[in-house]
């Protein structure tokens, strides 16, 4: 059975840090790509992270939506089946439901989603 857990959401002031966490269960994880999306009530979803697989010995390349450069950091442990993302320096525009997400064509796996909050 697939599934796709996130935690480590939560409260936290403007300026501070959280870690999110997706594991993965049911799928090849080291083949998939892997990311992180954001969406709030009303908004469209947005591709904040994401951890590419490819090539025969399975490299990984990483990529990051520009409100978020420099701030946030995608990292995977394949050991594990866990991808997390690193989030610092948090703004009250990055307050969203974070949803992970796994993609090997066709598969397409989904999350339920944690809720970041940045406020004061």
């Known amino acids: 059975q697939v599934q796709l857990v996130e935690s480590g959401g939560g409260l936290v002031q403007p300026g501070g840090s959280l870690k999110l966490s997706c594991r993965a269960s049911?799928?090849?994880?080291?083949?998939?790509?892997m990311k992180w999306y954001r969406q709030a009530p009303m908004k469209e979803r947005e591709l904040v992270a994401s951890?590419?697989?490819?090539?025969?010995?399975?490299?990984?390349?990483?990529n990051y939506a520009d409100s978020v450069k420099g701030r946030f950091t995608i990292s995977r442990d394949n050991t594990l089946n866990t991808v997390h993302l690193f989030m610092d320096n948090l703004k009250p525009e990055d307050t969203d439901q974070y949803y992970c997400?796994?993609?090997?064509?066709?598969?397409?796996?989904w999350g339920r989603g944690t809720q970041v909050t940045v406020s004061s």
């Open positions: 049911g799928f090849l994880f080291r083949v998939y790509t």
């Open positions: 997400n796994a993609v090997f064509a066709p598969n397409d796996y």
């Open positions: 951890s590419a697989a490819f090539g025969p010995n399975i490299n990984y390349v990483t």
